[in-house]
């Protein structure tokens, strides 16, 4: 089967979408599979949302039943005024308890990864394993300063004249090439919405004005549940460096760790088949 035929059949499993409140505000997230079967939780990075995994979640249901979340401020879900990790954290803790889950497996992907880490330390118990996708969640101590804050991250709305304009402007953050154009449209298609004054991002690009990351060596070297590591090889953020202090902080072994030849920050859109022979090898370790 051609990648193509692969996409469109992963794409011909068509999730239900549900909605909760969560502090006031409509939170929506996507279900494939059987609920019946144990829980598996996609989280998406900045300005992302739950349909950047409808041609990696399918994948799962064999085995799972699977949720990816739009965060609020992202996809179908309402913004707010204020943007937390703790916010964030009750949101996937208000899903799962939606979902009647006392526990699953979670798949977060860059500042999903840092979400999920700081959540693991309020709500231990929900947490059978975590999986980071090309997420930092620590810094060599001499990295910090010159990291991008979140300034460089708040977003103007860019208003269009149509959804063709929209998605024709479509960029990945951080920017790079993307050798399956069609994975791209697909997410492209999901990403804006439209308005009396035209079509804009469906993300809320001051999210970043209230946002803070923050330290997370001490939750990461105290975690309970196992945690896994799948990265680009290529990835413009994720270095060598970065990696190996990653590792030392939350004394993980390698057998726990992927890297993913020629994919980038973005991996499972630069090549999602192997991303998911990954995915499935770790956690089916778990």
């Known amino acids: 089967m051609s990648n193509i035929d692969w996409f469109k059949e992963s794409l011909s499993i068509q999730p239900v979408s549900k909605y909760i409140e969560v502090e ?9 599979g059987s609920e019946e079967k144990p829980g598996l939780f996609f989280i998406h990075g900045y300005s992302a949302h739950a349909h950047w995994w409808d041609f990696v979640a399918p994948a799962f249901i064999e085995k799972y039943c699977v949720v990816a979340i739009d965060l609020s401020g992202s996809g179908e879900s309402e913004h707010r005024d204020h943007y937390s990790q703790e916010i964030f954290a009750d949101e996937i803790k208000a899903v799962c308890a939606d979902m009647n889950w006392n526990q699953a497996d979670f798949i977060a992907h860059s500042m999903g990864g840092s979400i999920s880490l700081n959540a693991t330390s309020i709500y231990p118990d929900l947490f059978k394993s975590l999986t980071l996708l090309d997420s930092i969640v620590v810094l060599p101590p001499d990295k910090v300063r010159n990291f991008s804050s979140n300034k460089s991250m708040i ?5 269009y004249d149509d959804k063709e304009a929209a998605m024709s402007s479509f960029r990945l953050i951080p920017p790079q ?3 399956n154009d069609y994975l791209l449209e697909h997410i492209a298609s999901n990403s804006f919405k439209e308005t009396e004054q035209g079509w804009i991002l469906k993300s809320d690009g001051k999210i970043m004005k209230t946002y803070k990351s923050k330290d997370l060596t001490d939750i990461l070297m105290s975690i309970k549940c196992p945690i896994n590591i799948v990265y680009g090889l290529m990835s413009q953020i994720f270095t060598q460096e970065i990696l190996e202090y990653t590792l030392y902080v939350g004394n993980i072994p390698s057998e726990r760790v992927i890297g993913v030849p020629g994919t980038m920050h973005h991996l499972f859109v630069d090549d999602p088949l192997s991303v998911i022979d990954a995915l499935k090898k770790l956690i089916g370790e778990n």
């Open 24 to 32: 006031g505000k409509k939170i929506h997230y996507l279900v494939w």
């Open 155 to 159: 977003r103007a709305d860019f208003i």
């Open 177 to 179: 090439p993307c050798r």
